[in-house]
């Protein structure tokens, strides 16, 4: 056994290599079945910054047990070339809290984010699926493009940036990434003929105008953390069946559904189900083919442990 006291760090290199989507997306699912009743999870810290703000995130589960924190630094205005975020996880002894791994933690947060936006996928989603629409061109665009596809077939993927022209370099890119054709669209063209859309972006304000949405349409809205932002407009929440990742921290951060609310557009019940019920099979999701459904993250730090959970064993058996 290595010696804990001195701690191990995982590059990013490191992580993306180790990390499995599939696997993320299964760990992920039992985790939110079985283990969510039992952790505890502190409410996510908002320290504010000069140039951004500090997220802190921490869970513990002591039927493992297990103790895990994550530090992430969203910038409001990074340099060109720059992530947007940058986040560090510790995997603490959770009797001392003394750290037992550091992890590079930008992949494992897109990562994990894409893989719970696949789960809800995979449960609210219509089985009849055929075109994926993302907005974004960033590190959430690039995880859901790749993880997406383990959960329903598509034919057809369109991407929407915030410029023609950055988005066209962006689909080219991704359709060699991906070994697959990616097609460049705009917002409306995005809203209207995607039957699972997603939408990982830093706008304050909506992306599209929900009267342009389909029947029938799936949609994970994961870019938007704070009770001031949104990516979907008021119409698309009215439209919609509501699932959110946790109540808690969706009542808290979520402007997708306290801007509505607030404005007494819906109600404080128009939500149906968190992860946990809809997974457990407490709360039913879809009901029938034409429902407009909305899963609604913020970001769940069990996501962020269970993820991390799944690099602590090799490096502690090595």
Do not use: W
Not at 22 to 43: G, H, M, Q, S, W
Not at 184 to 211: H, I, K, M, N, Y
Not at 239 to 266: C, F, K
């Amino acid at each position: 056994m290595p010696d804990i006291s001195v701690i191990t760090h995982l590059s990013e290199d490191e992580v993306r290599r180790r990390l499995r989507p599939a696997e993320v997306i299964d760990a992920i699912e039992k985790a939110f079945r079985n283990r969510l009743p039992a952790v505890t999870i502190a409410a996510r810290q908002h320290l504010p910054l000069t140039h951004g703000v500090l997220l802190i995130m921490s869970c513990y589960d002591p039927s493992r047990p297990a103790l895990g924190v994550k530090f992430a630094t969203v910038r409001s205005h990074p340099a060109p070339l720059e992530p947007r975020v940058h986040a560090t996880y510790l995997l603490l002894d959770p009797e001392t809290s003394a750290p037992r791994l550091s992890i590079a933690a930008n992949y494992l947060t897109a990562l994990r984010t894409a893989a719970t936006s696949a789960l809800a996928t995979k449960y609210l989603a219509r089985e009849n699926v055929s075109t994926l629409g993302v907005f974004g061109t960033g590190a959430l665009a690039r995880t859901h493009l790749a993880v997406l596809p383990l959960v329903r077939r598509f034919d057809r993927i369109l991407v929407c940036g915030r410029e023609a022209q950055s988005t066209a370099a962006f689909a080219i890119e991704m359709s060699a990434e991906l070994k697959r054709p990616i097609l460049a669209a705009d917002p409306r063209t995005l809203a209207a003929e995607s039957d699972v859309l997603c939408t990982c972006t830093t706008s304050p304000t909506p992306l599209f105008d929900g009267r342009d949405l389909c029947p029938g349409t799936h949609l994970n809205l994961v870019g938007a953390f704070q009770p001031h932002t949104r990516e979907a407009d008021t119409l698309t929440i009215q439209r919609a069946r509501v699932v959110v990742d946790t109540y808690s921290a969706a009542y808290a951060e979520a402007g997708d559904i306290l801007i509505p609310l607030h404005e007494d557009a819906i109600s404080a019940g128009h939500t149906i189900s968190d992860l946990h019920e809809l997974i457990s099979g407490k709360k039913q999701g879809r009901l029938n083919p034409e429902d407009i459904i909305v899963f609604k993250s913020v970001g769940c730090a069990l996501e962020d442990l269970v993820t991390a959970e799944l690099l602590i064993a090799p490096v502690l058996s090595s």
